[in-house]
C-alpha cells in the first residue's frame, strides 16, 4: 500500500487556505482515507472477473470520475452483462471488507485535532453512502471532530451537490466563511454550485495535472510508494 508524506509545511499551507474561514467541508475519500490504493485493488478483481484489462494506480488517477459512472465505462464494462448497479454495490461492499486496515493520510488527525481546538466548525460532505460513511468516521474515532457528517442515500456515488446545499443550509455559517476541501474536481463544482470557496489536494482519486488544468488552488502532496 502507497503511504503519503504530508510535511509540516504542506501542513502550513492548508492552514493558509483556509484562513479566515469558520467552516471546513471535507471530502473523505482520498482526502482523508487513504484508500486509493485500496480501491485499484477492488477494482481490479471486478475487472478480472469480467476479462478486462486491468488498471495500475497512475491510470486510475487519470480516468477516475463523477459521476462515477462515467469511470466504469472508461474501464469498458458491458452494463448489459452487468448493470451498473450491480457493479457499484460489488464495489462497495468489497470496498468495505478492507476498509478497516487503511489508514488516514498522514497528519490528517493532526490537522483535524488543531482546527477542532481553534473552534473550526468541521463537516464531511461524501459521496460515500452515508450508512458506511457513518461507520468510518465511527471507526476512526472522529465523530467529536465533526459536526455534520453527510453522505448520500445510495451506493452509485453519483452528485454530492444536493447534500451539500442541505448542509449549508443547515449549518447557517455565511458562505464566505466556507470552504470545501477535496480531492476530486467534483468538489470544485460542489464548491461553485454552492457558491463557496475549494481548496483541492493532489493526493487523492485524482493526479495533481488534472486539478490544476481546472482550479488555481491546488495543494500538492509527495507520495511515497
Not at 504530508?6 to 492548508?14: A, G
Not at 450508512?131 to 451506493?155: C, P, R, T
Not at 449549518?171 to 483541492?200: F, N, R, S, W
Request: net charge negative.
Amino acid at each position: 500500500m502507497g503511504y503519503f508524506k504530508m510535511k509540516h509545511d504542506l501542513i502550513d499551507d492548508i492552514h493558509q487556505a483556509i484562513s479566515g474561514r469558520r467552516h471546513v467541508i471535507w471530502d473523505w475519500n482520498g482526502t482523508l482515507l487513504n484508500d486509493v490504493d485500496h480501491a485499484v485493488r477492488v477494482m481490479n478483481s471486478i475487472l478480472s472477473e469480467h476479462h478486462l484489462d486491468l488498471i495500475d494506480k497512475k491510470r486510475y488517477r487519470q480516468i477516475f470520475d463523477f459521476p462515477v459512472i462515467r469511470y466504469y465505462e472508461q474501464l469498458g464494462f458491458n452494463f448489459h452483462k452487468e448493470s451498473f448497479e450491480s457493479l457499484c454495490h460489488k464495489f462497495v461492499d468489497r470496498f468495505m471488507d478492507g476498509v478497516q486496515n487503511l489508514p488516514l493520510i498522514p497528519e490528517v488527525k493532526t490537522v483535524l485535532t488543531q482546527l477542532h481546538a481553534e473552534n473550526t466548525v468541521q463537516s464531511v460532505l461524501s459521496a460515500t453512502d452515508q450508512v458506511n460513511l457513518d461507520a468510518m468516521i465511527q471507526h476512526f474515532e472522529l465523530g467529536s471532530i465533526f459536526k455534520y457528517v453527510y453522505g448520500i442515500d445510495n451506493k452509485f456515488a453519483g452528485s454530492k451537490i444536493e447534500r451539500g446545499h442541505q448542509l449549508i443550509e443547515v449549518c447557517q455559517i455565511d458562505k464566505e466563511e466556507t470552504v470545501i476541501i477535496g480531492d476530486t474536481l467534483h468538489d470544485l463544482e460542489v464548491a461553485e454550485a454552492l457558491g463557496i470557496h475549494a481548496v483541492l489536494i493532489s493526493h487523492g482519486h485524482q493526479c495533481h495535472t488534472r486539478l490544476k488544468a481546472k482550479h488555481n488552488q491546488v495543494i500538492e502532496c509527495q507520495s511515497m510508494t
